[in-house]
C-alpha cells in the first residue's frame, strides 16, 4: 500500500522553530511527509535544513523549481500549511503565489487537493481589516482553515506559545477536510 502523501508547509511564524514536531506527528499518523517552507522559513532550520530532509526522507523545498527540472516531490493527497503567518495568509487571500509555498496551495485547492491551513499570529495582526476578508476568502474556495476554539487562537502580543501549536487538531482536520484522498 502506498502511503498518503501530505505537503507540510510552514510560514515563519513561531511554531515553525518545532516543524520537527509537526512532522513526526504527521509520520505517526500515517503520512509520507514533504516539507515546504517559506523562504524565510527556511533561513531558520539553514544549519539544520539536512536534519529535516532525513527525517521525512525528501528533499526540503522553500524555492521553486528551475524550468525543465523533473519535481523532487510525490503528488500530494493533502495539504497543511501549518504555521500560516499573517504575512502569508493575505498574500494567499490576495492571489499573490510568489512563493513555492502559497503557489502549491493556490493550485492545489483548485486542483482538488485537500487544503487545511492553521493560522500562528497575535491579536493585533489579527485586527487588520484584511485578515477576517481573506479568511472568508479562503474558506469560500474550499480551504479548511482552523481557527478559534477547532484550531488555535491569536494571542497577545508577544505572548504566544509557539511550543503549543496544536499540531494534533490540524492533522485531525487534515483526515476529515475534504478533497482527494
Known amino acids: 500500500m502506498t502511503p498518503r502523501v501530505l505537503y507540510l508547509i510552514a510560514c515563519a511564524a513561531g511554531p515553525a522553530q518545532y516543524i520537527d514536531t509537526g512532522v513526526r506527528e504527521a509520520q505517526d499518523a500515517g503520512w509520507d511527509v514533504c516539507l515546504i517552507l517559506t523562504p524565510t522559513a527556511a533561513r531558520w532550520w539553514h544549519d539544520r535544513l539536512s536534519d529535516l530532509e532525513e527525517l521525512t526522507g525528501h528533499p526540503v523545498?522553500?524555492?521553486?523549481?528551475l524550468p525543465g527540472q523533473k519535481d523532487a516531490l510525490p503528488k500530494a493527497d493533502a495539504m497543511l500549511v501549518a504555521p500560516l503567518s499573517c504575512t502569508s495568509l493575505n498574500k494567499w487571500g490576495a492571489g499573490i503565489a510568489d512563493t513555492l509555498a502559497i503557489g502549491l496551495v493556490s493550485e492545489?485547492?483548485?486542483l482538488g487537493v485537500r487544503v487545511v491551513a492553521v493560522p500562528y499570529f497575535n491579536q493585533a495582526q489579527a485586527a487588520q481589516p484584511a485578515v477576517a476578508r481573506n479568511i472568508a476568502d479562503l474558506r469560500a474556495q474550499g480551504v479548511t482553515y482552523l481557527d478559534g476554539p477547532d484550531g488555535y487562537r491569536s494571542?497577545?502580543?508577544?505572548?504566544?506559545?509557539?511550543?503549543?501549536?496544536?499540531?494534533?487538531?490540524?492533522?485531525?482536520?487534515?483526515?476529515?477536510?475534504?478533497?482527494?484522498?
Open 108 to 110: 492545489g485547492v483548485h
Open 155 to 181: 494571542h497577545p502580543p508577544k505572548q504566544g506559545d509557539p511550543a503549543e501549536f496544536p499540531w494534533r487538531a490540524a492533522l485531525t482536520a487534515v483526515e476529515g477536510a475534504g478533497g482527494t484522498s
Open 61 to 65: 523545498r522553500s524555492q521553486y523549481k
